[in-house]
């Protein structure tokens, strides 16, 4: 299982929780040159990083998406993608059929008749989520 998402992982709340039974890959709407300094001061350290420069478009674009799955090599019934922008996360990672996690800090109406798979209001209650389906696969 592999889950995506810049903002996920913003401030590093809980990320090293999930990181031992899944990788994680960061899909940014930023360049190269920009998410190296991020990634120092974020203080997550990400299996893979799919920038907006390297993919050829920004998100909601699916060019993001797709290159990420490439680097992952897994269906994409394997892939989950967790984020707070609706519009730029959830949307396109439904459309392609990824399992998705729309971290709702701010409590916000949904935007678009598009259903998150799970809906979490903060990173901690993601790390909970990740942490018991882990060990529901494990059963």
């Not at 420069?53 to 699916?62: N, V």
């Not at 993001?64 to 707070?84: D, M, Q, T, V, Y």
Request: no cysteine; aromatic share 10%; glycine share 10%.
């Amino acid at each position: 299982m592999a889950t995506t998402e810049e903002s996920a992982v913003k401030g590093g709340s809980g990320v090293d929780g999930f990181r031992v039974f899944l990788s994680l890959i960061l899909i940014t709407n930023t360049d190269d040159d920009i998410i190296r300094e991020t990634e120092k001061t974020i203080g997550v350290k990400f299996d893979e990083i799919v920038t907006a420069q390297q993919a050829g478009a920004y998100k909601p674009s699916h060019k993001g998406f797709h290159l990420a799955r490439e680097r992952l090599s897994l269906p994409k019934s394997e892939i989950w993608h967790a984020g707070f922008g609706f519009k730029y996360d959830i949307v396109p990672a439904t459309e392609l059929g990824y399992t998705t996690v729309w971290v709702n800090r701010q409590g916000e109406a949904r935007p678009v008749n598009v259903k998150e798979t799970f809906l979490v209001g903060d990173m901690q209650t993601l790390v909970y989520l990740m942490q018991g389906i882990e060990v529901s696969m494990r059963e």
